[in-house]
């Protein structure tokens, strides 16, 4: 493993995640880091965190956040539906299947980037278990992966455990990378991170 080390908390329901998630992957290359994946229930962060839900907060920030995503899809030129038609769903399935993934060794990070596009951009329903099971074998899974990630009591006490984890190290928002302690929240702050991670 990698002397770098980057600690990754997300939800697959995020879009920043998803903006983010392809310049973060680049930029870990580039210095030889290694991720850890670390998919999160920010429905218990938010609550000790002082996070509310999209649906619940002011309609201020709900206009800006569109306004903003907007801005982000456009510098980027990255294919986003600022409202997608299955979000918010509930994410603890894909969130488990990213752990039953990174478990088996297998490419969590690509998976995760299936996922986020199944929401941004195919408007697909990743709450919905054959959604999943059609993303799996789209990526050369068979179907029964999702349900040994369902059944498998260690995806769940992991996905808990990196939640625990998160509000014990203060993460607060998606996406938030964490690099010898320092945590750097949001897609806005890859630069930021880079810079770390050059600095050794």
């Not at 603890?92 to 986020?116: G, W």
């Not at 607060?172 to 050059?198: C, H, M, N, S, V």
């Amino acid at each position: 493993m990698s002397a770098k080390t980057i600690d990754y908390y997300f939800t697959p329901m995020s879009p920043w995640a998803y903006l983010g998630h392809e310049r973060f992957a680049a930029i870990a290359k580039k210095h030889g880091a290694h991720i850890e994946v670390k998919p999160v229930d920010y429905g218990r962060i938010f609550p000790v965190s002082g996070g509310l839900p999209l649906a619940q907060r002011p309609k201020q920030r709900q206009a800006y956040r569109l306004f903003e995503l907007q801005r982000w899809r456009e510098f980027l030129s990255v294919p986003l539906n600022i409202k997608p038609k299955h979000a918010p769903v509930p994410a603890e399935l894909a969130a488990r299947l990213i752990i039953a993934a990174d478990m088996k060794e297998l490419n969590a990070m690509a998976l995760s980037l299936a996922i986020h596009q199944a929401i941004f951009v195919q408007e697909r329903d990743i709450s919905d278990p054959d959604t999943l099971k059609a993303i799996c074998a789209e990526h050369g899974r068979k179907p029964d992966f999702l349900w040994e990630a369902e059944q498998n009591e260690e995806t769940k006490k992991r996905y808990d455990a990196y939640t625990q984890e998160a509000i014990d190290r203060q993460v607060f928002g998606a996406p938030t990378y964490i690099y010898k302690d320092e945590p750097f929240w949001g897609q806005d702050r890859l630069d930021f991170l880079d810079r770390a991670l050059a600095k050794g």
